[in-house]
């Protein structure tokens, strides 16, 4: 509009603003742009809090903590233990001595994570991620390191009739995630895909359980079976496989059976029972209900006795008892 729309007298005239729009608009664009344009609460790094904020990992399994951090530009991002302000990691780059310890990173990814290989307990406490910022920013992670242990229900030691099924269940305790397998060994032949048969091993992971079922077990059955998780230690049972019968205490592992046999005349228990049996036998033999205490001066308390049969009784019996 311009340049058509005047005479050409005026031209010169009507170009002014057109020119002037533009020296405006270059100076807007090319030059300078003060310091506080940018300085909004979108372009400052902020943190994508859908990380998971506390973790637990077990011994031996490599820990992972996740932050993500948007808009970060060119600012760094470093991983400190807390308990210590130890700095672990700026950037992808490590700061201790424990190579343990790695920052992970994918260019041009919001997320830095680090990565903590074959952690143990007294790694267990808070971690932080923090922005080089002013002032910095940062977000505490809590990391749980426990001991996984896999257990065999029922007792160490197992009898089993021969002809009677084998049946052993074991579960992978405090374990984060489910296995990825668990296997059952006969010494250290494995017995998932043994050629015998009769053997059925049942695995259900999101339960973190297996069961090993055996047919019919004869005494070759007889040994040590493991049960060992993919993330967890393993645990063991001694199983035994006797022809005929045997006694009830053993077929259920009762070790208090062992508390019912007769103590030795030369154990200590069996001094002192005596010795008490003995004491309340002579006061029993020596009382009655009439009877009191006197007090002689050769410091020594005395009875003055009276006969009665029903004491005498109470006495054998506690005699009786003791023994």
Known sequence: M???????????????????????????????????????????PYFDNSSRREVTATVGQAALLHCRVR?????????????????????????????????????G???????????????????????????????????????????????????????SDINLTCLAMQSPVPPSFIYWYKGKRVMNYSQRGGINVITERSTRTSKLLIAKAT?????????????????????HV?????????????????????????SVPFVLATWMSMTVASVAWNSNLNGNWKWSPDWRWHWNPKWNWSNLAAGLVGLWSWS
Not at 219 to 231: E, H, L, V
């Open 242 to 266: 006797i022809n005929g019968e045997h006694p009830a205490a053993m077929q259920h592992g009762n070790s208090s059976a062992s508390c019912l046999r007769p103590l030795s005349a030369t």
């Open 219 to 239: 005494p070759a059955d007889s040994g040590n079976y493991t049960c060992s998780p993919s993330s967890s230690d393993a645990a063991s049972v001694v199983v």
């Open 71 to 107: 808009n970060l530009g060119d600012r760094a991002v470093s991983w400190i233990r807390k308990r210590d302000l130890h700095i672990l990691t700026v950037g992808i780059l490590t700061y201790t001595n424990d190579q343990r310890f790695q920052s992970l990173h994918s260019e």
């Open 2 to 44: 311009w340049t058509t729309d005047c005479p050409g007298a005026l031209k010169a005239i009507c170009l002014v603003p057109l020119w002037l729009l533009l020296i405006l608009d270059c100076g807007t664009v090319g030059g300078e742009v003060p310091p506080h344009y940018w300085e909004t609460p979108y372009s400052q």
């Open 109 to 163: 990814s919001d997320e830095w994570t680090l990565r903590i290989s074959s952690p143990q307990p007294r790694d267990s406490g808070t971690y932080e991620c923090q922005v080089s910022t002013e002032p910095k920013i940062s977000q505490g992670f809590r990391l749980n390191v426990v001991v996984s242990r896999a257990k065999i229900l029922g007792n160490a030691e197992l009898f089993i009739k021969s002809g």
